[in-house]
T-cell receptor, first 112, second 115 residues
Framework: LAKTTQPISMDSYEGQEVNITCSHNNIATNDYITWYQQFPSQGPRFIIQGYKTKVTNEVASLFIPADRKSSTLSLPRVSLSDTAVYYC?????????????FGGGTRVLVKP | DARVTQTPRHKVTEMGQEVTMRCQPI?????VFWYRQTMMQGLELLAY????????DSGMPKDRFSAEMPDATLATLKIQPSEPRDSAVYFC?????????????FGEGSWLTVV
């Protein structure tokens, strides 16, 4: 199973762009990269998923280099409500079974 | 709006008592996960099922925990006997896993306190 490594915490200010990089050196060919967001007292919530290159949705962008050994979640123009823990997951979702294991996550604090 | 439903939302029980947590996954999802979250250990995967069959429960203390899916609309996690160290938030999640990606949806959690 591919293990992920993320920074423990990051501070930012309202209106800034926040970039969180996740390392997954042992990512397998069939693995997808998925990011989740968790607010206090709530379950994690899916943000974005990608396989390679760049993916963008209404919430974030995900940049994946060609070697796929890392990925960067980009949150544009953050607000106070983006304060949360962000998790990076790697897994194949395939028929062999998918043990979706969360790492420690990155605690993002957005300041006024 | 489809969502994963967990009961109870909050439970306080005495050490030694049996605790059963229930989860209704999103209709049509083929994979159900049980996670436990504490400040010290973060989010731990306890067990997961695909098409109601247990695939992995290696994260679960076998002597006191058990997880089942009696039918496609119900997953249960049982602790017997409960201990204070079991105090945590227990999340159920479901997804259509097996194809393209790992999108799973979490319930709001069952907050368990064992005194």
């Amino acid at each position: 199973l591919a293990k992920t490594t993320q920074p423990i915490s990051m501070d930012s200010y309202e209106g800034q762009e926040v970039n969180i990089t996740c390392s997954h050196n042992n990512i397998a060919t069939n693995d997808y990269i998925t990011w989740y967001q968790q607010f206090p007292s709530q379950g994690p919530r899916f943000i974005i998923q990608g396989y390679k290159t760049k993916v963008t949705n209404e919430v974030a962008s995900l940049f994946i280099p060609a070697d796929r050994k890392s990925s960067t979640l980009s949150l544009p123009r953050v607000s106070l409500s983006d304060t949360a823990v962000y998790y990076c997951l790697v897994g194949d979702g395939g028929a062999a079974g998918n043990k979706l294991t969360f790492g420690g996550g990155t605690r993002v604090l957005v300041k006024p | 709006d489809a969502r994963v439903t967990q009961t109870p939302r909050h439970k306080v029980t005495e050490m030694g008592q049996e605790v059963t947590m229930r989860c209704q996954p999103i209709l049509g999802h083929n994979t159900v996960f049980w996670y436990r979250q504490t400040m010290m250990q973060g989010l731990e995967l306890l067990a997961y099922f695909r098409n109601r069959a247990p695939l992995d429960d290696s994260g679960m203390p076998k002597d006191r925990f058990s997880a089942e899916m009696p039918d496609a609309t119900l997953a249960t996690l049982k602790i017997q006997p409960s201990e204070p160290r079991d105090s945590a938030v227990y999340f159920c999640a479901s997804g259509l896993v097996g194809g393209t990606g790992n999108t799973i949806y979490f319930g709001e959690g069952s907050w368990l306190t064992v005194v």
